[in-house]
């Protein structure tokens, strides 16, 4: 076979079959005996609250992580096929990477600084 | 003739010399509150100055340029600094130069306090807005006199809508009540015109070859010779530019507002001088360079001016505001001029290019002195006043002078220039020359109505109502006013000597002319 | 498969995305359709890579890619703050510049 | 594709050779994978529990089978038996699908998992790689696919609609994006020295020295990462029972519970299989073994045999930390991975880019140093050893720096802040007590003697324990 | 596979991006270690030295093509010649002098929010203000947009025009949220702005998307020289180039892509509505040029019609809409507008004359755009209580400005009679050769229409004149209701800087015409 992905479709299959047949096989084998309490949200046994906490909003802290994220996730796109075909590259992409390595530490050391990874 | 005099380069020290008096006058805060003796001394030795050139400049060759000066100035557009002056430039620059002074001396106490102004900033302010007016007025002295010397077309575009700003703001800041739209129609009116203009500027460039000296008029003859549609387009965007300038129906209706709105001496400087720009521009710029479209379209043009002339002179009759009444006389003498620029004939032309210097005069008069009365009435409502040549004797006796230069009584200024027109037109067409005689009664008419309605009659009583557009008005203290004061009377003089020179011994100035004429004329007469 | 269906995928990804930016008043929106034409464009370069036969594609879509993150990021971090200030990240809230 | 990628795998020397497999060779593969990971999971749910107990001296699950071995087996079950519970508030859609994603994307990973060399299946002559496939991409093919597990959890989470499941999908979801960094930075710098992604490649990249040892550093950096990936102990923060009830999974029941749950094992067993491949060699043996024994140790289905005993060695460090470390706190937790495991990784990187690059684009090849038959090998030990050294003297310096401050507990916040002030905390300044800032410390408290470290795993596991056995 | 061949890099040519974007990264190092006290002196030194070296680089780099001729940088993606170097000059020194007005501090603050993540009107943010905390991000904010529009003009691929467009948006997205005052408005122009100049990247990305498939490359010259070829792909070339304009024109502000104009103008800080309306205008028009003219030549019929309708409603809806507002922002802004209409006479065109007469109109906008801008930030409210507050924006404000402070007023009116093309101001130069351009191109109609839009536009300009000089101010002596604070001197020296160099543009433009002559050619 020459297609690598078709056995990794073959193994999607599988696994969605499997994941979906849990499902449903304890959807019909499971009992069924409906009550009202079951059904609402759990908060430690108090009455719940209509909606959950900051209806469903992330805090600020978060989207900072998650920019951050990007950035470096960037810069893993790039560094590998950097790092496979580091040989073929040679000096010029050693160079290359480095000043981009510098210039992604660059805002690192600043929101570091800034206090943006301070969690509190 | 002292030839050490023309090797000075004239011009460009005339037009250097009040820009820079100006600039200090606004900008040194000590000489603010002399600015108005400073500004007058300047502008009588500009005056001077024009008198020693004049006095170089070799009349017998007056359709040659002298005096020239060429400089590149923007290589890369074919843009240079180009002056000179022939014969009517010449004319025109002294017109200018001889109404400045006047002007500053008519005006001395015109500029006012504005309300809101705290007491003991007064002084200081009103310094501050003299220095303002002095310093315009020199602004735009040395502009008038650098558009009548351009010899270049991209210089003469420059200055012809550069001197849109002082007399924008002279009307804007010192002038009447409604000055701000009016000051607003006037620079919308002509800055259209002019970027019309600039349209056919830029063409002119390609039309040409484009390089260094493009522009210089000298070079300029005969654009796009073999294309009579596109000439006809460039003579259009010119034409209608110096059309909005020297008020021809139907562009005329920023005129009177302008006129109503400025003070006397903006009004003088704005329709004696600057509107001359707009028929100075017809002819050496219109005329040699569009030959044949300027012939094509001549029929037109003198339709237009024959309407100009009529339609000026039968609303200056309705007019009740003396200003207005003015401003829409102009229209009409406008008219005779545009028609002597353009039925062709020597006769006409000379008679066009007196009329202009002749007009400049006489409307500089009766607007200074309209101003005069006016200011002392606080009102430009003919309907508010009555037999002032019993209060104002030698008020009223002036403005009837200068009433009678305009309506072209022979020996004084206005009739040689009259004739000439009405001689050239009846040469061309019979018919031009009939409906001209018809502005020439009407004139006759606004004026001697004027005269009548303003300084005949009954003095009126002091307190006696008036009534004025359907409402009862109070009349000030008619019977109380002062005649023309000492300084009043400087300012008029001149102006009456040079009404009676011209129309007593034109000689000298239609020789300085004639040459000019000849050559325009033949421009026309051979396309044709 | 022919390529030119990638090619009209891209183009009703691309479609969708405009009407989403131009019609969805959620800010939030709006923006995942920018990022949705983004990725659009990002399959027809990958596409037409394929189709010439040389890499080119990918690479720029490497760098559009890039580019994505980095105004995912401006863009999270201003509608965050609106977010904050208004409680509504919706277009037609924020409505104080008159149009 | 082919015409594309030709020229990459061309360049593949060392890659597993699919041209014998046909679909039907896959799908067993496939099938098999599955049933091992579902074995795996089993066997691992006994044995964490086995392990714990021997930590906590206790004995486990003991009844069911020989030593309790099926006992994972009817737990299973159970969770299938049991109702199946979609909450009120919950977005219907996606609360189903969440876990299917979870599960879905924990299965792939061992997709190009090389289990071993190629081999001969038995009772035929047909030889394959005990390997489903392989991707010249499969180290990215494996990112994309952890980062794509998030989604299960943090769609469960926020779909339940219910205050702890959305706390404990954020934190995951920041938790394992913050951790998959240090982690694909660690991965780097092996990819540097085996030039390909390829999973297969990199196991033969290490035929004369595992990578753990030669890019020690990495190594530790992965491990730690794949703890914060996983969600274990120290970093079990998103489903923290302590504060969020059980985090992400608190409105889940039945078999989609069962789901997040697999999901969570076979991450573990995901990431120890890729600390296998990756930097421990895969299915090589030993070498030691090989030096002992020949290469015969190296080839055919003992393959298969390191690689499970390697898998396993990692599943027993999971549990043996779970076993011993304390929770972090998540602030400390999150500064940790931001200002510890991504520079280093990014400096390590930063050397190991260096040195490759003399060696290969500079006549200078440090690797050739011939003093005393020094090889590559003995040059990356030894700056391995020297990057040792220097972690303990860094380890040292802040305690030493601590030494002056009377409470020795009281520098133990990892943030490194520098906001210490000199003005005592007082926990009711606010009108309600409040922990303590990093860099504030609490006054000693009059009941300090009677405060003790709390065994929390311990006492979980002994309810668990009585539940399951009972 | 083709073995990888290293780029040759000519590192000097690179100089004035690499000195401007290494001063940003400098900047961004700043802010994190050096301390608050000192923060701000060390920025603006900074940057204001970081922008002199770059254009004493471009000077360099001038001579130098002028000597050795043009050449192309990093294997092709940038071109280095004349027309690119011209823009970058005038770029920078629009951004210097932009700078200087983003860097002052008319009574004692900048125009910056401090705390631009906090919630506006909250308690916090007042804090911040009442610490004096400054916001010194800008600094480096603006050096990044600087780098991004220095290689807009010199970039001869689509991906790097793409890359660079961002480099500069992405900042300026920022910055147009940071206003001190008038947060909401000011968050609200950064988010239509993001939002919309995300879209319409996202359709330049597009076409080059299709300019790659129709031709395999993105570079200009390559899909130049695929255009002749007809494959039947026609309409996807067409398309992609239309995209790609599409993109440019956006920045620039065509109608029908103006939307965001007005809107982030009036809603950003002024400084920097002033710094981005004068230099995206000259990066975004210069790399339209340069795509136009390498690969337009083959299209021209195909899009002279489509630009033709652009570039007339872009002079008309400009002039019109300018005519009704009574912001000055917004007035100011539906004028860049009509101008950018102006420019893209120049644009159209298609002559290399166009070339220089657009770079010189736009050196003559940005330099007017600066320094009325950095006026704007001069004038102030006074509240009832006498504290100076916001910018006096409303135009009844601004009656009676000429009385009580003449030398601000004139300076005003000469920026304004240059916008509006009046002789002896640069702006009059600027048209006269844009117009001429046009003509040289055959393009006279738009001419006529754009001297009718011309006038039409006096009208605007003339009225705010009117309102300074011929008004009577609506306040009293003692309370004036508008104000105009002193300033630490930096808008001061911009806006005399921007006075003289309108003058000197309109009286006496020879050499800077004879140097943008030189500049009449795109590199291939």
């Known amino acids: 076979m020459t297609n690598p992905y078709i056995p990794l479709l073959i193994m999607g299959g599988l696994a969605l079959l499997l994941g979906v047949g849990g499902l449903a096989a304890s959807a019909v084998i499971g009992p069924k005996r409906y009550n009202k309490v079951k059904v609402d949200a759990y908060e430690c046994g108090i009455q719940p609250s209509p909606h959950s906490v900051g209806a469903g909003r992330f805090p600020i802290k978060y989207y900072i992580v998650a920019m951050t994220f990007i950035v470096f996730d960037i810069e893993v796109v790039f560094l590998y096929p950097w790092a496979v075909s580091f040989t073929e590259l040679a000096g010029f992409g050693l160079i290359a990477m480095f000043g981009f390595l510098f210039l992604i530490t660059v805002p690192f050391v600043y929101e570091w600084r800034r206090g943006g990874l301070d969690w509190d | 003739m002292p030839t050490q005099f023309a ?33 007058l001394v300047t502008s009588a030795a500009v005056l001077i100055g024009v008198a020693l050139m004049a006095s170089a400049f070799e009349v017998s060759d007056a359709a040659t340029v002298q005096f020239t000066q060429t400089h590149d100035w923007i290589a890369p557009l074919g843009a240079s600094y180009a002056v000179g002056v022939d014969g009517m430039g010449l004319t025109l620059v002294a017109l200018a130069a001889l109404l400045v002074p006047v002007v500053l001396i008519a005006g001395w106490n015109e500029v006012r306090l504005p309300s809101g102004i705290a007491a003991d900033r007064a002084d200081n302010a009103l310094a501050y807005r003299q220095a303002g007016f002095v310093a315009l007025i020199l602004v735009l002295e040395s502009l008038m006199i650098a558009v009548f010397a351009a010899r270049d077309l991209f210089l003469f575009y ?22 701000r739209a009016a000051a607003l129609k006037f620079l919308l009116y ?97 005329l040699p360079l569009f030959p044949g479209a300027a012939a094509a379209a001549a029929p037109v043009i003198i339709v237009l001016a024959i309407i100009s002339i009529v339609y000026g002179g039968l609303v200056a009759i309705g007019q009740n505001d003396l200003m207005r ?204 | 498969m022919s390529l030119v269906n990638y090619l009209v995928l891209s183009g009703i990804l691309f479609s969708i995305g405009s009407i989403a930016v131009l019609t969805r008043r959620n800010a939030i929106v709006a923006f995942m359709g920018v990022e949705l034409m983004l990725n659009a464009a990002n399959l027809t370069l990958v596409t037409f890579g394929r189709l010439h036969g040389d890499l080119h594609g990918q690479v720029i879509a490497f760098f559009v890619m890039v580019v994505a993150a980095a105004e995912v990021v401006i863009g999270l971090a201003i509608i965050v703050s609106i977010f904050r200030t208004r409680g509504s990240a919706s277009i037609d809230d924020a409505n104080l510049l008159k149009s | 594709m082919n015409t594309n990628l030709a020229p990459i795998l061309a360049r593949s020397t060392g890659a597993a050779d699919f041209s014998n497999d046909t679909i039907w060779v896959s799908v067993i593969k496939a099938v098999a994978i599955l049933v091992f990971l579902l074995l795996s999971v089993l066997f691992a749910l006994w044995f964490e529990r086995r392990i714990i107990a021997r930590f906590q001296q206790r004995l486990g699950p003991n009844v069911r089978g020989p030593f309790g071995l ?138 004369n020295l595992w990578w753990a040892f030669a890019l020690l550093p990495a190594f530790v950096v992965y491990l730690i990462s794949a703890f914060g990936e996983v969600n274990r102990l120290p970093f079990d923060l998103p489903e923290a029972e302590g504060e969020l009830v059980a985090g992400y999974q608190t409105e889940y029941s039945s078999m989609k519970f069962a789901w997040f749950y697999l999901a969570e094992y076979i991450n573990m067993l995901n990431v120890a299989a890729v600390a296998t491949t990756v930097f421990m060699g895969g299915w090589r043996a030993p070498w030691p073994l090989v030096t002992l024994f020949g290469e015969g140790v190296d080839q055919g289905w003992w393959g298969f045999l390191w690689f499970i005993l390697k898998i396993w060695l990692f599943m027993f460090l999971f549990v043996w930390v779970r076993a011993t470390l304390l929770r ?123 405060v003790t470290t709390p065994a929390a795993p311990a006492e979980d596991e002994t309810t668990d324990e009585e539940k399951t056995d009972g | 596979m083709n073995q990888f061949v290293p780029p040759e890099i000519d590192w000097a040519a690179l100089s004035p991006v690499l000195i401007v974007l290494g001063i940003a990264v400098i900047g961004v190092l700043v802010e994190a270690f050096v301390p608050v006290r000192v923060r701000r002196a060390t920025q603006v030194v900074l940057a204001v030295v970081g922008v002199g070296a770059a254009l004493v680089a471009v000077a360099w780099r001038w001579v130098v093509v002028q000597a050795d001729g043009p050449t192309a940088l990093v294997a092709g993606a940038l071109r280095e010649d004349a027309p690119a170097l011209l823009a970058q000059a005038i770029l920078l020194v629009c951004a210097f002098v932009g700078l200087l007005v983003i860097a002052d501090r008319s009574s004692g603050e900048d125009a910056f929010a401090p705390a631009a993540a906090a919630i506006p009107g909250s308690a916090y943010e007042a804090e911040a203000r009442r610490a004096g905390l400054v916001q010194t991000e800008v600094f480096p904010l603006t050096m990044f947009a600087i780098g991004g529009m220095l290689v807009f003009p010199a970039a001869a691929d689509l991906l790097t025009l793409f890359i660079a467009l961002e480099v500069l948006s992405l900042p300026l997205y920022l910055l147009a949220g940071l206003a001190r005052r008038r947060r909401l408005l000011s968050q609200e122009a950064s988010l239509k702005y993001f939002l919309l100049g995300a879209f319409s990247s996202a359709f330049f990305l597009m076409g080059l998307a299709l300019l790659y498939g129709y031709s395999g490359s993105v570079r200009f010259d390559a899909v130049a020289t695929a255009v002749p070829a007809t494959s039947g792909m026609d309409g996807m070339l067409l398309a992609g180039v239309l995209l790609v304009i599409v993109g440019l024109l956006f920045k620039v502000g065509a109608v029908p892509f103006h939307s965001w104009v007005p809107d982030v103008y009036q809603g950003a800080p002024t400084p920097v509505t002033g710094f981005m309306a004068a230099c995206t205008k000259i990066a975004a028009f210069a790399a339209l040029l340069r795509f136009f003219y390498v690969v337009a030549p083959g299209l021209q019929w195909d899009l002279t019609v489509v630009l033709w309708i652009i570039a007339i409603l872009t002079m008309i809806v400009g002039t019109v809409l300018a005519v009704v507002q009574t912001d000055m922002k917004r007035m100011l802004a539906y004028s860049s507008v009509a101008h950018a209409g102006f420019v893209l006479l120049g644009v159209i065109a298609l002559v290399p004359s166009g070339i220089s007469s657009v770079l010189f109109y736009l050196l003559a906008y940005g330099l007017a755009t600066v320094g009325a801008f950095g006026l704007l930030t001069l004038v102030r409210e006074r509240d009832a209580d006498g504290n100076v507050t916001g910018e006096a924006l409303h135009l009844s404000q601004w009656a009676g400005l000429g009385r009580r402070h003449p030398v601000l007023a004139v300076c005003f009116t000469l920026f304004l009679i240059s916008f509006a ?7 009059f130069i600027g048209k006269f050769a844009v117009f001429g351009a046009a003509i040289e191109g055959g393009a006279w109609p738009l001419v006529v229409i754009a001297v009718l839009a011309s006038a039409a536009a006096a009208f605007f300009y003339v009225r705010v004149i009117v309102l300074m000089f011929f008004t009577e101010p609506t306040g009293t002596d003692a309370d004036p209701g508008t104000t105009v604070v002193r300033t630490e001197g930096l808008t001061a020296v911009a806006v005399v800087v921007c006075a003289v160099g309108t003058v000197i543009l309109g009286v006496v433009p020879g050499p800077i015409l004879d140097l943008a002559a030189n500049a009449t050619k795109f590199m291939l």
């Open chain 5, 421 to 427: 093309g009046i002789p002896l101001t640069g702006g």
């Open chain 4, 328 to 450: 972090f706190r998540y602030d400390q937790f999150m500064a940790f991975g931001w200002k510890v495991l991504i520079p280093v990784a990014l400096v390590w990187l930063g050397l190991v880019a260096a040195f490759q690059g003399v060696r290969h684009f500079t006549s200078f090849d440090p690797t050739a140093i011939d003093v005393g038959g020094l090889s590559l090998r003995t040059v990356l030990f030894g700056i391995a050893g020297i990057l040792i050294i220097v972690t303990i003297v860094m380890y040292l310096i802040p305690d030493r720096e601590s030494k002056p401050v009377p409470d020795g507990k009281a520098a133990k916040g990892t943030t490194g802040s520098d906001a210490t002030t000199d003005e005592p905390f007082d926990a009711f300044a606010g009108g309600f007590p409040v922990p303590p800032l990093p860099g504030q410390k609490l006054p000693p408290s009059k009941r300090r003697a009677r």
């Open chain 2, 325 to 528: 009444m003015i401003a829409f006389s102009s229209v009409s003498h406008f008219g005779f001029i545009v028609m002597g620029v353009f039925v062709g004939t020597q006769t006409a032309l000379v008679g066009a290019m007196l009329y202009m210097v002749a007009h400049g005069v006489t409307i500089a008069a009766l607007f200074l002195i309209s101003g005069f009365l006016t200011q002392r009435g606080a009102s430009q409502d003919m309907r508010t006043y009555s037999g002032m040549q019993r209060v104002t004797r030698v008020l009223a006796g002036t403005w009837l002078f200068a009433g009678l230069a305009s309506l072209a009584l022979p020996g004084l200024s206005g009739f040689v220039p009259e004739y000439l027109v009405l001689l050239g037109s009846f040469e061309a067409h019979w018919a031009y020359g009939v409906f001209a005689v018809i502005g020439v009664v009407l004139s006759a008419l606004y004026i001697l109505l004027a005269y009548q309605r303003v300084f005949t009659g009954p003095v009126p009583e002091a307190g006696a109502p008036v009534e004025l557009a359907g409402a009862a008005l109070d009349v000030p203290d008619r019977a109380g006013l002062k005649d023309l004061t000492g300084r009043e009377r400087w300012a008029v003089v001149p102006l009456a000597l040079v009404i009676l020179f011209l129309g007593l011994y034109p000689a000298p100035v239609l020789e300085l002319l004639s040459g000019v004429a000849d050559q325009f004329a033949a421009i026309l007469g051979s396309a044709s």
């Open chain 2, 7 to 39: 090797d000075l380069p004239w011009l460009t020290i005339l037009i250097v010399a009040p820009t820079v008096v100006a600039a200090l006058i606004w900008l040194v805060k000590p000489l603010r509150r002399a600015a108005r003796p400073i500004g």
């Open chain 2, 158 to 179: 420059v200055i012809f809508e550069a001197m849109l700003i002082p007399v924008y703001f002279l009307i804007g800041v010192y002038g009447g009540p409604n000055r």
């Open chain 4, 70 to 207: 099926v006992q994972s087996i009817p737990d299973a079950l159970k969770l299938i038996l049991k109702e199946d519970i979609t909450v009120k508030a919950a977005d219907k859609v996606i609360y189903l699908i969440a876990p299917v994603i979870s599960v879905f994307c924990a299965f792939m990973i061992y997709a190009v998992i090389p289990f071993g060399p190629e081999v001969t299946i038995p009772f035929t002559d047909f030889v394959t790689p005990l390997q489903l496939t392989d991707l010249p991409v499969s180290i990215l093919y494996i990112l994309g696919i952890t980062g794509l597990g998030v989604y299960g959890i943090v769609l469960g989470g926020w779909s339940s609609g219910s205050t702890y499941p959305l706390l404990g999908a954020v934190r995951s979801t920041a938790q394992i994006i913050s951790y998959e960094l240090g982690m694909s930075l660690a991965l780097v710098s092996v990819l540097l020295v085996a030039g390909s992604m390829s999973t297969s490649e990199i196991v033969n990249s290490q035929e």
């Open chain 2, 190 to 286: 002509s800055l259209a015109g002019g970027l019309v203009m600039l349209a056919g500027v830029i063409a002119v460039y390609f039309q040409t070859d484009g390089g260094p000296g493009t522009y210089l008029l000298a070079n300029l003859t005969d654009i796009a010779a073999d294309n009579p549609t596109l000439q006809m387009w460039l003579f259009l965007s010119f034409f209608i530019a110096f059309a909005v300038k020297a008020p021809m129906f139907p562009v005329h209706t920023w005129l009177p507002d302008a006129a109503a709105q400025a003070t006397p001496g903006t009004s003088t400087l704005l329709v004696g001088v600057l509107d001359k720009v707009g028929t100075f521009g017809m002819i050496v710029i219109c």
